[in-house]
Each structure stands twice: as structure tokens, then as C-alpha cells.
């Protein structure tokens, strides 16, 4: 989200923040014993100051039963705080970890199953620093932030407490700190908050950079432009460098001027808490013992250090709201019907019809890329499509995958409107050749077997075979077990288009898309794709997206689109014959750059 949209933290906000906690839920019981541990332990530290106070008094009176056996207590105490401390580490460890895998998970499941129509509104880097740095920043939150807030909801009114029990004279001077610290907290937290917010959407902004880059190197180097990246990436380090540096000057500022405050008011306290202790010892119903103010002051150190916390907690607890909100709004977001198993319950023959379809992308809805497109392909027929870039050929593609639906007319397969099934059923037997064949870093079996999960490797033999894909597979040493992609071997344009096939023949669609590649092939190449094609369009409904005519002479029909419209139709022979015609003239076009 960028800065300026970025909503105040309101009471709407905290609401939605409060819903992660819906993933701690299901590890209720280590965060409850968490939780119940965690108060034992802070009314245990709490007990501290007590008995080494009655120490003290002991000691003044020479009762050595009594020296022994606070100093036993006091062992004793340590023994529990130290165990506490290990089981409360030990068991927020665990809700935090599970539960954050538990949000990290639902966080993935839920981009990979929202529509085109978000991907192309939203930046890659930014929704993968979403599931790593935002989930990161809570991990801290969930172990020990929320902790130190409860266990500082105790320490102040408990500590409180025993200042007035012991001595309501020396808490008056406690009180009168209270406002002046208040003041410096109310001061300098806002622009604290300010900053952390800011500070967290830089490191958004850097890693954005990083990402993108990365993804798109060959790009960056095709254009020399590494200088240009580098100084961008400096720029946002930059920036982040300054909120932060900013951040911690104010911070600083902040706990110093705490801690002097805060320290001479204590000073104050026990100067005026030994003037006490020269009465009591004067008279004994009077004043305080020595060990009372070691007492009172260990307690109002110890609400001291809890108030000097603060700030920087609920700082922290705002980074927290400001990184979950980020994370509930993806969760918000609507996202496709996805079904885990891909039953084959319904077999589709493949006859498939646009009826008046108007599309306009949900990014720029006032430009209509598909204007008023109807046509009709039966079952095991071909049809192309061709016509000038931008026309609307990949969008027609991705109106048949119901990647995005039409504004206005309807789809239908087999006579059924496309919404009438359920999307990964219909889906689950299309298959779609692309421009850009991308491979997954894997195996070529994996690759291949990417068009059919689970299939056997006689199955994706055979699909390599009849993709024209067997010869090169074999000549690797690895054959079907060479890794492809980054870690792996690259294979040729020609190669990968064979392979993309081979996944597609797995599939066995009953509709199938090709969007050709642009870039030509050499002959050889190009023949044994073409022929690999042929033999996977064989009986199924193809719709071939063309670039080059000379792959679709033998098309059932050809629809020449321009500016979102159909504006002829007809075979090869019918359309070469149309004087003046757009596809005579893209033909002649061709045929000259051969
Ligand atoms: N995700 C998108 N969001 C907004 N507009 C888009 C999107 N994708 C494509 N367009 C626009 O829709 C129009 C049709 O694009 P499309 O990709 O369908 O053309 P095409 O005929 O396939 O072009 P080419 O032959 O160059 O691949 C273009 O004006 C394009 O700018």
C-alpha cells in the first residue's frame, strides 16, 4: 500500500489487525499456559523487592535464621523465574511460529487463487515482501512484544500497590513524575508511530526494487541499465537509512530524556526516604526501615523501567497492526472458486462460442479492448485468429481461460454458460500454449508432468514422443531427470515450445490455446513444432492465436481482429481473395519480409 493511502491507525484498523489473532487460535492451549506462566513469572519478579527488603531488615536486626532463610526464598524465587522464563521462550516459540506458518500459508493459498484482474493491479515485489517482512515483523510481536505488555498491565498497578502500602508520603512524589513522563511519551510517540510506519513502508519500497530487478534481469542487462537499477536501489536504501536514522535520533532522544528523568526522581525519592529512615530509627512507629526503602525503590525502578518500555512497545505494536492490516487486506480480497482435486466428472466436448462479448481489463475500464466479438468453434476444429498487436488476440485467450469475465454478452461451452462450471473443473481441461513458454526450476519430467500431476512416466514418455520433444530429452546425459530453468540447463526457443507441448498432450484438453510465439524459429526447428502441434490439435477444439500466416493456411477459420472488433472472417483461400482486405494486406506484408 503505498504511503499516502495508508489509513491512520484507527480503531478500523486495530479491528482488522486483531483478526490474525484467528491463527493463534487453533494453538489456544501452549498460548493459554503461555500466557498463565507468563503471569507467575511477573508476580514472582514482583515478590522480589519484598523479600529482599525483609533481607535487609534482617540483616540491620543480626537474625541470622532469618538471613538464611530469605536468602533460601530468594533462591527459590530465582529457581522459578528462570523456569518460567524457559517455558514462556519455549511455548510463545511455538504459537508464534505455528501460527505464523499457519498465516503464511493461508497468505499464499489466497494470492495463488485470486484473480488476473489483481495481479494486474498489484506489484510481485510487493506482495512477496508481504508474506516475508510483514510476517517477519509479527513473528517479534508474537514472542515478545505482546508478552512484555502484559507482563508491564501487571508490574504497573501491582508495583503501584506496594508504593502505597509502604509509603503513601514518598508515592505522592512518584505521582507527581507520572504527568511529566506522560508528557514526553504523548510528544515524542507520535512522531515515533509517524516514523516506524514510514520506515516500514521504505524497506516495502527497497525490497520492491530487488525483486523486480531480479525477475527481470535479461531485461535489465539487454538495456545496460544496471547503473540506472543501482542508483534506484540506493535511492530507496537511501531513504530508508534517513527514516530510520531519523527514527532512532528520536527514539534516543526519547529514552534519554526518560531515564533522567526517571532517575533523578528516584535519587529525589531515596533522599527523601533516608530522612524517613532517620525518624524510624528514632522511633520505630514512625518512618520507614532501611530495608522498606530498598523495598520502595526497587518498585518504582521497576515501574520506571515498565514506563520507559511503553513507547517503544506500542511503537512496536503499531509496526504489528500496520504489517497485519497489509496482510488482512490480501486475505479480504475476493479470490477465485479453486477446487483441490481436479475431478474430470464432467468430460466437455470442446464446442465453444462468444455471444456479443464487450471486455474492457478491471485496470482501465474505459478503454473497451473487445468490442462486440461473437463467434463460434465446434468440437475438434480450428480457428485463428489474427490481426495488428493490441488488437485483443491474447485478451480473447484470456476471456476462454475465464481469466477475466466479459462486461457484457456470454461465454458458452457445450451450450452452458462458462460461470455455470465450476472454474477449475473447466479449466482442468483446457490447456494453453504460450508466447512465453516459462519452465519451472525442476526436472524436464517434473516440467512435463506439470500438465498432468501424478502422470506415469510411461505416459510423459510418450507425450515427449509425440511432442517431437524424445530426441533432445535423450541426447541430455540426464535425459528426463536434467534440471531446467536457473539452476539447470536453458533450453532453445525451439525446445521449450516442445516441451510446453509435451505438457499440453499430457493434459489431454479438449480445448486448447496456442498463442504462437513471435519469434521465428529456424526451418527445422519450426518443423518439428509445427508438426508437434498438428498432432496435439488432432480432435481437439484449437484456437490458435497467429503471427505468422503460413502456420494457419489449414485453419477451419480465421477472424481478422482490429481494435477489439472482428472485422473479417473466412478460410485462408476466402480471405487471400478479399481485394483490399486486412488480411491480404497482412499476407503481402509477410510474404515481402520473407
Ligand atoms: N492486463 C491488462 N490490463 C489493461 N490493459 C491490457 C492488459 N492486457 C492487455 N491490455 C490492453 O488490451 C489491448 C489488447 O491487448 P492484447 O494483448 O489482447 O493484444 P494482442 O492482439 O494479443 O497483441 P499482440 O499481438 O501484441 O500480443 C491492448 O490495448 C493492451 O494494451
Redesign the pocket.
Known amino acids: 500500500m503505498a504511503r499516502k493511502d495508508r489509513p491512520k491507525f484507527s480503531k478500523e484498523s486495530t479491528r482488522k489487525a486483531l483478526r490474525v489473532f484467528q491463527f493463534i487460535k487453533p494453538f489456544r492451549v501452549p498460548f493459554g499456559i503461555g500466557m498463565v506462566v507468563l503471569l507467575f513469572s511477573t508476580v514472582a519478579m514482583l515478590a522480589f523487592p519484598r523479600i529482599l527488603g525483609n533481607l535487609m531488615d534482617a540483616v540491620k536486626s543480626s537474625s541470622d535464621a532469618e538471613v538464611k532463610y530469605f536468602i533460601q526464598l530468594l533462591i527459590g524465587l530465582f529457581f522459578v523465574i528462570g523456569f518460567s522464563a524457559f517455558l514462556r521462550i519455549y511455548l510463545f516459540g511455538i504459537v508464534a511460529h505455528k501460527s505464523l506458518a499457519l498465516l503464511k500459508t493461508k497468505t499464499y493459498q489466497h494470492l495463488i487463487s485470486s484473480p488476473m484482474s489483481f495481479f ?1 493491479q498489484k506489484r510481485v515485489g510487493e506482495l512477496s515482501s508481504r508474506i516475508s517482512a510483514d510476517v517477519s515483523l509479527l513473528q517479534e510481536t508474537f514472542t515478545i512484544t505482546i508478552a512484555e505488555i502484559i507482563r508491564q498491565i501487571i508490574t504497573i498497578p501491582v508495583g503501584l500497590f506496594f508504593l502505597v502500602y509502604i509509603s503513601g508520603r514518598l508515592t505522592v512524589f512518584i505521582i507527581a513524575l507520572i504527568p511529566v513522563i506522560a508528557l514526553i511519551g504523548v510528544f515524542f510517540g507520535k512522531f515515533i508511530k509517524k516514523l516506524s510506519v514510514i520506515a516500514q513502508d521504505d524497506i516495502t519500497e527497497s525490497n520492491k526494487v530487488v525483486d523486480e530487478t531480479l525477475h527481470g534481469i535479461a531485461s535489465v542487462k539487454a538495456y545496460a541499465n544496471e547503473f540506472f537499477e543501482i542508483l534506484r536501489y540506493n535511492k530507496s536504501i537511501d531513504q530508508s537509512v534517513a527514516t530510520s536514522i531519523k527514527r532512532a535520533k528520536w527514539r534516543g532522544m526519547f529514552i534519554g530524556l526518560i531515564m533522567f528523568v526517571a532517575g533523578s526522581g528516584l535519587m529525589a525519592i531515596i533522599w527523601y526516604g533516608l530522612h524517613m529512615v532517620a525518624i524510624n530509627e528514632l522511633d520505630p512507629t514512625k518512618g520507614i526501615t532501611i530495608g522498606e526503602l530498598l523495598q520502595f525503590a526497587l518498585y518504582a525502578a521497576f515501574i520506571g523501567v515498565s514506563f520507559g518500555g511503553t513507547a517503544d512497545l506500542f511503537s512496536q505494536l503499531q509496526k504489528a497492526i500496520g504489517a497485519t492490516e497489509s496482510l488482512m487486506d490480501i486475505l479480504e480480497e475476493k479470490t477465485e472458486d479453486i477446487a483441490l482435486t481436479k475431478s474430470n466428472s464432467i468430460k466437455i466436448e470442446g464446442n465453444l462460442s462468444f455471444n456479443n462479448v464487450n471486455f474492457s ?1 478491471p ?2 475500464r474505459d ?1 473497451e ?1 473487445i468490442r462486440d466479438i461473437s463467434f463460434s468453434v465446434e468440437h475438434g476444429k480450428q480457428i485463428a485468429f489474427v ?1 495488428p ?8 485467450a484470456a476471456l476462454i481461460f475465464g481469466f477475466y469475465k466479459p462486461n457484457e454478452g456470454d461465454i458458452t461451452i457445450d451450450g452452458i454458460d462458462f460461470n455455470e462450471y465450476h472454474l477449475s473443473e473447466i479449466r482442468s481441461q483446457m490447456a494453453l500454449v504460450p ?1 512465453e513458454v516459462m519452465l519451472f526450476g525442476g526436472t524436464i519430467k517434473e516440467n512435463i508432468e506439470y500438465g498432468k500431476p501424478g502422470a506415469t512416466d510411461e505416459e510423459i514418455f510418450a507425450a515427449a514422443k509425440q511432442a517431437n520433444a524424445l530426441e533432445f530429452i535423450e541426447s541430455f546425459p540426464e535425459k528426463f531427470e536434467t534440471i531446467v530453468g536457473d539452476r539447470g540447463i536453458q533450453l532453445s526457443g525451439g525446445q521449450k515450445q516442445r516441451v510446453a507441448i509435451a505438457r499440453a498432450i499430457l493434459r489431454d484438453p479438449s480445448i486448447l490455446v496456442l498463442d504462437e510465439a513471435t519469434s521465428a524459429l529456424d526451418s527445422e526447428s519450426e518443423r518439428l513444432v509445427q508438426e508437434a502441434l498438428e498432432r496435439l490439435m488432432k480432435g481437439r477444439t484449437s484456437i490458435v ?1 497467429a ?1 505468422r500466416l503460413s502456420t494457419i493456411k489449414n485453419a477451419d477459420k480465421i477472424l481478422v ?1 482490429e481494435n ?1 472488433k472482428i472485422k473479417e472472417t473466412g478460410t485462408h483461400d476466402e480471405l487471400i481473395k478479399k481485394e483490399n482486405g486486412i488480411y491480404k494486406n497482412l499476407s503481402n506484408i509477410q510474404l515481402m519480409a520473407v
Open positions: 494486474s481489463y485496470s482501465r478503454i479492448v490481426g498487436s493490441g488488437a485483443g488476440k491474447s485478451t480473447i508466447q492465436i503471427h481482429l477489439g
